[in-house]
């Protein structure tokens, strides 16, 4: 393998490299053909944050296994059901430093220096309950770190750890999914990760409509498309009577938006569950709700905020009272898309008798005519 050149970039000093295990794992590890004493030189990196600047010189690795020297790196149990390892890193430099995650079985490099020498550690004498904590560890993480790297690959069957993107987020270990990663759809639409599991054990009902105490327990990552998918308008006559539930764009919009331009995309993955949607509205809006099963629907303000700014009542909330991951660590698409076009859309709640809250294209909200069309942007969750 040959190390990929990377554009010189002296604003960086420190570099992160990945040596992705995906590719290299063809066989059962990373093959070293050199022995021991003389360690290896690898050149094959996934770069996770940044560029790597061309220093020109090279990492070398070694592997031990159990006490012994090997070649071959071993598979990750989420892989092979195989063994547990704990995994050290150590670096001869006094400044590279390593750390292995466990998720995406790869390793983590930070600081590299001309000619660093690692070695990889490997022992089976970890339990799976320590492995567990491990990999939630890497979940938590996922979740909390903005990434924005192109995962069409999973989207279209490349494998981590045996599983492609269904298999990662069903598993609910997420081997190599972070918030903000983005995948192209059969139809041409860019679809983001906006959150992961982050409707986990809310509302009253499972995947199959069963009430139970525990709520949702299907793990899942929560969808939007990097920009509106349409234009459409809430309701055909200038009234909020009815709340979501009763406008048109619940009844219609969504559902044809569903058919047309999200099931294409993921089939049966869109999962059913249960949300709280208001349905019925006095003079001030809102004024109760009830949960319906659903597989699209508008974000809340408090998906896109964290907080209420314009709707009317608690009612416009329900259990979409938190902050999508994404607009937490990346505002700026809150209202734009990846390459810097901005937008505005409608949200699901009401603001008063006679209209809707709409996201502007500078980003403010503000009750809007149901009859003027603008943007559509709803969310979805996959398992």
Not at 168 to 183: A, E, K, R
Not at 365 to 382: D, M, N, Q
Request: glycine content about 8%; some cysteine.
């Amino acid at each position: 393998m040959e190390l990929k050149k990377f554009k010189k970039n002296n604003k960086y000093k420190k570099t992160l490299l990945a040596l992705g295990i995906a590719g290299m794992c063809l066989g059962g590890g990373i093959l070293l053909n050199k022995s021991y004493a003389l360690y290896e030189t690898k050149k094959d990196y996934n770069v996770i944050k940044g560029e790597v600047p061309d220093f020109g010189y090279d990492v070398k690795l070694a592997i031990m296994v159990d006490g012994t020297k090997k070649t071959d790196m071993p598979t990750s149990p989420l892989a092979s059901n195989g063994k547990y390892y704990d995994v050290k890193v150590s670096c001869t430099s006094s400044k590279t430093t390593g750390l292995w995650d466990y998720n995406a079985w790869r390793l983590n490099l930070d600081y590299i220096e001309s000619n660093s020498k690692c070695t990889l550690t490997f022992t089976s004498s970890m339990s799976k309950t320590d492995y567990d904590k491990y990999i939630q560890a890497g979940v938590a993480l996922r979740r909390n770190t903005y990434r924005g790297k192109d995962i069409t690959s999973y989207y279209n069957g490349t494998k981590v750890n045996g599983r492609d993107l269904y298999g990662q987020i069903s598993n609910g270990t997420f081997d190599d999914i972070y918030v903000g990663d983005y995948f192209k759809g059969k139809n041409g639409t860019i679809w983001l990760i906006a959150d992961l599991d982050n409707y986990w054990h809310q509302g009253w009902k499972d995947k199959d409509d069963t009430y139970n105490l525990t709520g949702l327990n299907v793990h899942h990552a929560t969808i939007i498309p990097a920009n509106k998918l349409q234009d459409s308008r809430m309701n055909d006559t200038n009234t909020a009577v009815g709340g979501y539930k009763e406008s048109e764009m619940y009844k219609t919009t969504l559902p044809s938006i569903l058919t047309n331009k999200i099931t294409p995309d993921f089939g049966t993955h869109v999962l059913s569950y249960q949300n709280l949607v208001s349905y019925k509205t006095d003079d001030a809006g809102a004024s109760d709700w009830v949960w319906e099963t659903r597989q699209v629907d508008l974000m809340s303000e408090a998906n896109v905020f964290g907080t209420m700014v314009a709707s009317s009542s608690l009612y416009d909330i329900g259990i979409d009272n938190r902050q999508y991951a994404i607009f937490q660590l990346k505002p700026e698409l809150i209202n734009q898309d990846l390459s810097g076009n901005r937008y505005g859309y409608w949200l699901k709640a009401v603001t008063n008798s006679t209209s809707f809250a709409r996201l502007s294209v500078d980003c403010s909200v503000s009750g809007y005519f149901p009859s003027v069309s603008a943007g559509v942007r709803p969310r979805f969750l996959i398992d």
